[in-house]
């Protein structure tokens, strides 16, 4: 009987023990080795704000309205401009991204709620960027035998729960890094 309890004890702590390996957090590192590097820049600086205007709640009537598109620059310098037309592309990672692939408010004081931030693939707003993981959006090319580009990408307010926000502070976080692939 001592080999049977002492069996059951031995086969109960594996069960426990794999249960608790399994429910441990995890941590991915992600990267790129290229044979092309470049320097990269948000408006001229390496972290950079993106200033959206002041608009009223009175410009938005419905889910998924938008308003105050606000361009921003991304640019690169410094590359080799050895390959012919390099297609770059830089990768967004949204903190806190909503459901439909918007910067969800991280506003800590006096917060607008029902309202977010979407990125867009050009300046002009007509393309979305929809946001999930790490999300690689085109636009920078390098032309032969250049050393430097740049590419505008837009930001706005879009309504992305209910049908009104209420007023208050927006602040959206999102990192950004370029890719050669």
Do not use: W
């Not at 959206?52 to 690169?76: D, Q, W």
């Not at 590359?79 to 991280?106: A, H, M, Q, W, Y």
């Not at 990125?119 to 960027?129: D, F, H, I, K, N």
């Amino acid at each position: 009987m001592n080999i049977y309890k002492s069996s059951l004890v031995l086969l109960t702590g594996s069960i426990l023990l794999s249960t608790i390996t399994l429910a441990a957090p995890v941590v991915t590192f992600q990267g790129e080795v290229a044979a092309q590097t470049c320097q990269a820049t948000i408006n001229g600086q390496t972290n950079g704000i993106v200033l959206l205007p002041t608009v009223s709640v009175g410009e938005f009537t419905a889910k998924n309205n938008t308003a105050g598109l606000t361009p921003f620059t991304i640019s690169i310098s410094g590359c080799s401009g050895k390959d012919p037309e390099l297609k770059i592309g830089t990768k967004f990672l949204g903190r806190n991204v909503t459901s439909t692939g918007n910067l969800g408010n991280l506003a800590s004081v006096s917060p607008a709620k029902n309202v977010a931030i979407q990125l867009t693939q050009t300046a002009a707003g007509t393309v979305p960027v929809v946001l999930n993981g790490i999300t690689k959006v085109d636009g920078l090319i390098l032309p032969l035998n250049q050393a430097s580009t740049s590419h505008q990408f837009g930001a706005r307010y879009i309504v992305d729960e209910g049908t009104i926000p209420t007023p208050g502070a927006i602040t959206a976080v999102a990192e950004y890094t370029i890719s050669y692939q």
